[in-house]
């Protein structure tokens, strides 16, 4: 968010339209033309500037004004402000049809860096890319006139291995490997000298450089790092800062390629390993080609880093880079070993007192991943175990720092890298998938779209139901860690005045509360847990109703359908019946066991109901073997009032596979029970009295259950006559006083026409046979179906044929 001030300036610069872009641009051209180079010109180039940037689409400025730019950019006594202006405005217009601009014959360092960056933000032009490349490497290859610097190119160099790594040769990547061994090894450990002042006090003595020091504050005693410190830096040593910031990028794209020796491949892996460890350390780096010993170099640079790491910064910037070095070393020490294994002993050991030291510290979390990482690729090589490495990080880190949103990103980019790996190797991955929902109910919607890569992993018929109530729970999750964290910065005084006898008052107290601890410790439950009952968290439920307008715990309820959409599809993949059962059975009970949300709950009831038919189709059997709960479910007048989605769907799944076409223990006695409770429930949602608050069901409700009805009727003919005389009473319920002040004109029509087409239907049970129960020939290629109603068009066709013969309307 910017401040007010820098609104208006955006604002103002938004709406120049281009006719006062190109006055503006006039009065500039003729400052330049005039050679003005002061103030005037800077304050216009700027106002230029923030024009062209300040919109998504180009500006359109005259050929010849860019042309112009492009000119005073390359004077030999231009000043550093206008050049930078100048290639900021041309790089904003790019792609640019004016550009005159070239590269092949600039010798000093900081103007190529300004005319490249512009000539590579044309686009990823190979041509364009290739001379920039070739231009840099040849500036590189000679020695710089005095008062110029090699680390002006050093970035674009970076960008350039960015955008086309092949447009290098081998014998010019060998001069970057020389030059970088230089950089990292050799830079300077006295420190730079200030500028001087010129004032007539400066004195020549005060400005001797001083040593080096390390980030505790003792004289450094090894060669320069970036985690040296010194007031004024050389021009060595920034260039050694430098080339460790691109280091990683470099060895990835020209360290592996020729990276062993010609026998290497013949060499068996215990010589690979403690035989090229011997020979590596033992034989003098000046002696190997330029690609190893950059890596020998690199790799003695990085064991410097983590020594360095080891000292006690004396300032917090300097601490929080600690850290970031630390990573970014044992990163370029995984990716050496990969290259080439026999580093792999030597930074075996030396991660493994690195992990021993910081697996306790917190601070160091994110590092742990990269040592996780470093095991990961090479335990298998140096034949060690690393299951403690990784039962540390699943279990600790996600459980204590799910509010740091950096680390939880990491987390689980590190676990969806190596997805495979971990399903296929590591049970402590799935285990603690509890640890894992933490992360994603801290920071969701962040991390939706990663974590949708993660669940299919973890997904399985011993975890299916576990997951599917942690997902319902979610959101009480996301308000439960708010909590756990609040309660963990409360003063100690403050914990102190908490008396365990008294009801809590409020969240915070219940968290320490005997009462409800345990219910805290398996929601907060670290892993897996199957066999605990989720019902224990009813209570909890509704005491963190409190927190439900938490904004957090607002955003994490919005993952939630996403998720049980991907949840359901994966789960169709393995799922037998006996899971099935349990699955819909969990469905139903938990449809009314939901955190308190109202759009959390219409969501999740809306995506439970469309899964139900998922579930139905695949196991139709479900309803015959699951009947006593279904008829205990459907026969309860308060599901439609709570959840009318899931209620409809449950209904129109009985009237579907309640048949024994689908299931030949389905019975007659099964039907005629299901037919009874439906047919109670129908009577009581349509015999509506007068009253001030008349319930209304929706027309939907009412046809499907009518439907229901009469599929259970066709197959069972003795209950023909019953729905018959049930379906010619519903012009009287239609026309009704409480009916019509409840529904309106087109939904008691959208009955009426239900009922008439089922009534017809009834009178020829063996079409209605046919059209409600078809057999698995016709119902299969569902050719007949018609897109805009719930009933295949044989049934309107009958319907019609028996209204030209006898004109019936119920009633």
């Not at 600790?396 to 740091?404: D, M, N």
Request: with cysteine; hydrophobic share 45%.
């Amino acid at each position: 968010m910017f401040m007010p001030g820098a609104e208006n300036f955006l604002r103002q610069a938004r709406e120049i339209q281009d006719e006062e872009l190109r006055k503006f641009s006039s009065r500039i051209t003729s400052l330049l033309q005039n050679h003005d180079l002061g103030n005037d010109t800077i304050d216009c180039l700027q106002r230029l500037f923030l024009i062209v940037s300040a919109t998504k689409y180009v500006r359109k400025l005259d050929g010849k004004f860019v042309e112009l730019l492009q000119k005073v950019l390359c004077l030999p006594k231009c000043p550093e402000q206008i050049q930078a202006l100048c290639a900021a405005i041309l790089r904003e217009m790019s792609p640019s049809n004016y550009l005159i601009l070239s590269c092949d014959e600039i010798q000093e360092a900081k103007l190529l860096s300004l005319v490249s960056s512009i000539l590579l933000a044309q686009g990823n032009q190979k041509a364009e890319v290739l001379a920039v490349g070739q231009r840099v490497v040849k500036v590189l290859e000679g020695r710089l006139p005095e008062g110029q610097s090699s680390r002006h190119l050093l970035p674009l160099l970076s960008k350039i291995i960015s955008l086309s790594p092949a447009s290098l040769t081998e014998d010019q990547t060998n001069l970057i490997n020389k030059r970088m061994v230089d950089w990292l090894r050799y830079a300077s450990v006295q420190q730079g000298v200030a500028q001087p002042s010129g004032g007539f006090f400066s004195n020549p003595r005060a400005r001797q450089p001083g040593p080096i020091t390390e980030v505790d504050g003792a004289v450094a005693t090894d060669f320069f790092t970036v985690l040296s410190i010194g007031q004024y830096y050389t021009e060595d040593q920034w260039l050694n800062m430098q080339a460790f910031s691109m280091l990683r990028k470099w060895l990835l794209c020209y360290g592996s390629e020729g990276a062993n020796s010609p026998n290497s491949d013949d060499r068996s892996e215990v010589d690979g390993s403690v035989m090229s460890m011997v020979s590596a350390t033992s034989t003098s780096s000046r002696l190997l080609p330029p690609k190893e010993r950059l890596r020998e170099k690199a790799f003695e640079y990085c064991q410097r880093l983590i020594e360095q790491s080891n000292r006690r910064a004396l300032k917090k910037p300097d601490g929080d880079l600690q850290k970031a070095c630390l990573i970014e070393a044992v990163t370029i020490m995984d990716i050496i070993c990969r290259q080439d294994s026999s580093y792999v002993y030597r930074t075996l050991s030396c991660l493994k007192i690195l992990h021993g030291r910081i697996s306790g510290d917190l601070a160091y979390a994110r590092a742990l991943l990269p040592i996780a990482q470093f095991f990961l690729n090479h335990s298998e090589t140096a034949a060690v175990d690393s299951e403690a490495v990784y039962k540390h990080l699943f279990t600790r880190i996600p459980a204590q720092l799910f509010h740091s949103p950096m680390l939880a990103f990491e987390f689980i980019q590190f676990c969806r890298d190596n997805i495979q790996f971990f399903t296929e190797n590591l049970s402590i991955f799935r285990r603690s998938f509890p640890n894992l929902f933490k992360l994603l109910a801290w920071n969701s919607p962040a991390l939706i779209s990663e974590f949708m890569d993660l669940l299919p992993a973890v997904l399985g018929a011993d975890t299916a139901i576990e997951i599917f109530h942690l997902l319902l729970d979610l959101p009480c999750l996301a308000a439960a860690l708010d909590i756990q964290l609040r309660s963990a910065s409360a003063p100690i005084s403050e914990r102190a005045t908490w008396d365990p006898a008294a009801k809590p008052a409020s969240c915070l107290e219940a968290f320490r509360h005997p009462l409800y601890r345990s219910t805290f410790q398996y929601l907060l439950r670290i892993e897996t847990a199957p066999r605990d009952s989720p019902e224990r968290l009813a209570p909890l439920r509704q005491l963190l109703g409190s927190m439900a307008s938490c904004p957090r715990v607002v955003q994490c309820a919005d993952t939630v359908p996403v998720l049980l959409q991907l949840y359901f599809s994966v789960v169709a993949e393995f799922a037998d019946g006996p899971l099935i059962n349990q699955l819909v059975l969990v469905l139903l009970e938990r449809s009314e066991q939901l955190y308190e949300i109202p759009a959390f709950k219409a969501d999740v009831h809306r995506v439970l109901s469309s899964q139900l038919v998922l579930l139905c189709k695949l196991h139709p059997s479900l309803v015959v073997e699951l009947s006593k709960e279904l008829l205990e479910f459907s026969g309860t007048v308060s599901n439609i009032r709570n959840k009318e989605d899931i209620f409809t769907y449950v209904v129109w799944a009985i009237g579907e596979y309640m048949s024994v076409s689908y299931d030949k223990r389905c019975t007659v006695e099964q039907i005629n029970k299901f037919f009874e409770a439906l047919e109670a429930m129908l009577f009581e949602i349509t015999q509506l009295r007068p009253s001030a608050s008349i319930p209304k069901y929706s027309p939907r409700v009412i046809t499907v259950l009518m439907t229901t009805l009469t599929k259970l009727a066709s197959r069972s003919q003795d209950l023909i006559p019953r729905m018959s005389l049930f379906l010619s009473k519903m012009r009287a319920f239609v026309q009704s006083p409480a009916m019509a002040s409840v529904y309106s004109e087109e939904d008691n029509e959208e009955i009426l026409t239900r009922a008439a087409e089922l009534m017809n239907l009834l009178k020829m049970p063996s079409v209605a046979q046919f059209v409600l129960t078809p057999s698995a020939e016709v119902a299969s290629p569902r050719f007949h179906r018609d897109t805009n109603v719930s009933l295949p068009l044989a049934m309107k066709t009958a319907s019609r044929l028996l209204e030209r013969g006898t004109g019936f309307v119920p009633g």
